[in-house]
């Protein structure tokens, strides 16, 4: 055993010997990085996960529960601020069950079970009052919980005294919330309602007007612009919305008509517009002749009166009409007497015209004005002049078309070409902002630990192999050595001159070196043998 030992210690030493710095240095390279491998292998895959237990916990209910958990042998920590407690994460569910076995965590609350519990005859009635309203607060907070967006909350409910007489019952109650809300959430006028009703069906004679609902950061949710909607024109929030809307869809519609035209990283546009809000509601009772072109209207009625005489002695009908006489009612003057004639027509006709009523609600907004402003990148970017002035009229025209069709005409007017030319911008300039997006395309951000494993696994796949290389050359050295070595006892051969050993001979080489070393004990001996004899 010592004998093999001391040759793997000869073979490993002559090994190392033989080897260059550089074989060195990998070797103890690779002996590092396997053992750097294997302790980030195993602290990977035998980590333990923590995950919370229980959070927004007061100190003396993370004290008591962190005692039951010593207690219990249960690995936990404590997260900074000292109001979570972390365990391991297969964990997590068992001791949720177990604490909640043992009462914990002790929240204090009021709710509705505990009528179920702690009812009793001795109770008085302003007791059951206060007990009474925290359960409902208490009920209306995890009631509120229930909406996205909201953390916790906190409802401080006032309720009217009740008076001895019906009269006496003047009061209204009031409800103050503070909602803990998650960050950057952006309530919808539908969940704000439901918050206001929420509270006010739940209390009586709780009206919507004496609710206040704020948040954290002290932002009030109004009610009234819930109701009214943010997008009505009525308020200047929804007045603005609806510019920017409007303005969005002319910028989105140019945009990609151009984008297809020129290319979508060629072009850049801008719009912006002139709303009036002005709403108009009004009756016209306007009255029009049925034939306009002879301004006369339809008859319905008419009534015609002829009257004709002939005779002697036509005194009153002798003469000629009065000056200022009128047509249907006409008087003669006398101018004598013989024979005379005369006729009288009457004609009355009733004429009726086109009474027409309209009652108009003016739309909420027009347009009164608009301007797009549009760059364009040349095909050149470093020559203006590669875009040509039929591709640029091109634009201007579909630019045109554009403000002509979405201005309203009853604000803005007949418009001219030039009026609409002055709403067009169109300008031919290179893009110097696009220099710089492709470099952030080709490289892409790769985390530094990703360069470390793959730097580690590299280096090891490297050492590894540089083993194996050293190990095959090893063994094939040593074959080639033990191939010598048998080759070498086949050739050997004894030779025929040396005299075999045996006990005769043994025997005989130590008298002949008695006799020569000390002849007087070898002559002794000889006397000895004689005398026997």
Do not use: C, H
């Amino acid at each position: 055993m010592n004998e093999r030992l001391k040759k793997v210690k000869t073979d490993s030493a002559q090994f190392w010997k033989s080897r260059s710095k550089k074989q060195k240095g990998l070797l103890i390279g690779t002996v590092v990085g396997v053992i750097a491998l294997a302790s980030f292998l195993t602290y990977l895959f035998t980590r333990t996960t923590m995950v919370p237990l229980f959070t927004e916990l007061s100190i003396k209910e993370v004290g008591e529960i962190s005692e039951v958990l010593t207690a219990q042998g249960v690995t936990y920590e404590i997260a900074p601020g000292g109001t979570n407690i972390l365990v391991p994460e297969g964990e997590v569910d068992t001791l949720k069950v177990s604490l909640a076995a043992q009462g914990y965590p002790e929240s204090g609350e009021i709710n509705n079970s505990f009528f179920t519990t702690n009812a009793g005859f001795g109770m008085t009635d302003n007791e059951f009052e206060v007990i009474r309203l925290a359960a409902t607060q208490t009920e209306l907070e995890n009631l509120i919980k229930t909406i996205d967006g909201i953390k916790n909350a906190n409802v401080m409910i006032s309720l009217p005294k009740k008076g001895v007489f019906v009269n006496d019952s003047n009061q209204e109650a009031s409800a103050a919330i503070t909602l803990d809300t998650e960050p950057g959430y952006q309530f919808s006028s539908e969940q704000i309602a439901t918050l206001y009703n929420l509270v006010s069906k739940s209390i009586p004679d709780l009206s919507t007007d004496n609710i206040v609902i704020t948040n954290q950061y002290s932002e009030y949710f109004d009610l009234e612009s819930a109701t009214t909607g943010s997008g009505s024109v009525d308020t200047v929030q929804g007045q603005m919305e609806v510019k920017k809307t409007i303005e969005r869809d002319l910028q989105r519609q140019v945009q990609q008509m151009l984008g297809t035209l020129m290319g979508q990283d060629k072009v850049v546009v801008s719009v912006t517009t002139d709303i009036d809000f002005k709403q108009e509601n009004r009756k016209e009772n306007l009255v029009e002749p049925v034939d306009v072109e002879n301004m006369a209207g339809i008859e319905i009625s008419a009534q015609r009166i002829t009257e004709t005489y002939t005779g002697t002695d036509a005194a009153g009908a002798i003469g000629t009409p009065q000056a200022g006489a009128d047509e249907d009612n006409l008087t003669y003057r006398e101018t004598g007497n013989g024979d005379g004639e005369y006729e009288r027509v009457e004609e009355t006709i009733n004429n009726d015209v086109n009474r027409i009523t309209k009652e108009i609600q003016e739309s909420p907004y027009k347009i009164r004005d608009i301007g797009i402003q549009v760059v364009v990148e040349p095909p050149v970017p470093d020559d203006a002049t590669s875009l040509s002035d039929g591709v640029r009229s091109d634009i201007e025209q579909i630019l045109a078309t554009i403000v002509r069709t979405s201005i309203d005409k009853e604000a803005a007017g007949d418009l001219s070409e030039q009026d609409i030319e002055e709403k067009i911008i169109v300008s031919v300039q290179p893009f110097y902002g696009n220099d710089a997006a492709p470099i952030d395309k080709a490289t892409p951000v790769i985390p530094w630990w990703i360069w470390v494993v793959g730097g580690i696994l590299v280096i090891v796949i490297v050492l590894l192999v540089a083993t194996l290389i050293f190990e095959k050359k090893r063994k094939e050295n040593e074959e080639e050595l033990e191939l010598m070595e048998l080759q070498q006892r086949e050739l050997f051969v004894d030779d025929i001159n040396e005299e075999k050993e045996t006990e005769s001979t043994v025997r005989r080489k130590q008298l002949e070196k008695m006799a020569k070393e000390k002849p007087e004990d070898f002559a002794k001996l000889l006397r000895s043998w004689i005398t026997e004899d």
